[in-house]
């Protein structure tokens, strides 16, 4: 307990659990409470690194009615973290209305955010797009909406990001073949930092093949990347260079 405690938001691993940074450990095994989703899936981190601090769940679900715990432990005087199944709190996933809530009510009490991974980031890092600035849609729609966006990606002038899960992969990559032009470029980033990593460039036909002719590779994690519209988001011109 502290007189001053602190509200830390911490980024942890998307899959190699070695991707956690000094900082997130100390915090983690010095912190009074840990706030996470999945209890099993963040004790999986913390057993590999002996780290014992008292883990208890909030989690999309849930974070409504729990937000009043997390208020509740800081005004104890405890040292909180809220970290999430994977990457970074409150990208695509759970904390803003948290944190948004200890801001609103408890002032006083200093929020840290301790950086870390996620697939947003490291699927960026390793595409090889222009990536100096980019749009982030996270999960698309899964119906109402959904058409609309991937009509507006066909020709984005910002490089897009979103997630996709593996449900439905193949159905995005469907829907960008029916409204992309023929020749437009995308790229796959699976499992990212797991075994079977890998990034996947091409047309939508071209990863339909790809995936098609593997039901395995269809499993997993999937951050889908549309380069803007461009020299670098079209095969033709691509091919173009240097003529
Ligand atoms: N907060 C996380 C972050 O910072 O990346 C995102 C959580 S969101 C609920 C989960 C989605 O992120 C997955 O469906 C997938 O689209 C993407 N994702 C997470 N881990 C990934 C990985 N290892 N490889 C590729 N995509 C991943």
Known sequence: MTENPILYVIGTPIGNLE??????LRILKEADVIFC???????????RYDITTRVTSINARTERAKT???????TEGKNTVIVTDAGTPGISDPGSYVINAVREQLPHIKIEAIPGPSALTAALSIAGVDAAEFLFLGFIPHKKGRQTI?????????????????????????????FFPPNRMMVIARELTKIFEEVVRGTPDE???????????????????????????????EEGEGE
């Open 207 to 237: 990863l339909i093949a790809y995936f098609e002719a593997d039901e395995d590779k269809q499993q997993g994690e999937f951050v889908v990347i549309v380069p803007r519209f461009d020299k670098k988001g079209s095969r033709e011109e």
């Open 19 to 24: 991707d956690i940074t000094i900082r997130a």
């Open 37 to 47: 989703e999945d209890t099993r899936i963040t004790k999986r981190l913390l057993e």
């Open 68 to 74: 009043h715990s997390v208020l509740g432990a800081l």
């Open 150 to 178: 991937v009509k507006e990606l066909a020709e984005t002038e910002r490089t897009t990001v979103l997630y996709e899960s593996s449900h439905r992969i193949m159905k995005f990559l469907n829907e960008c073949k029916e």
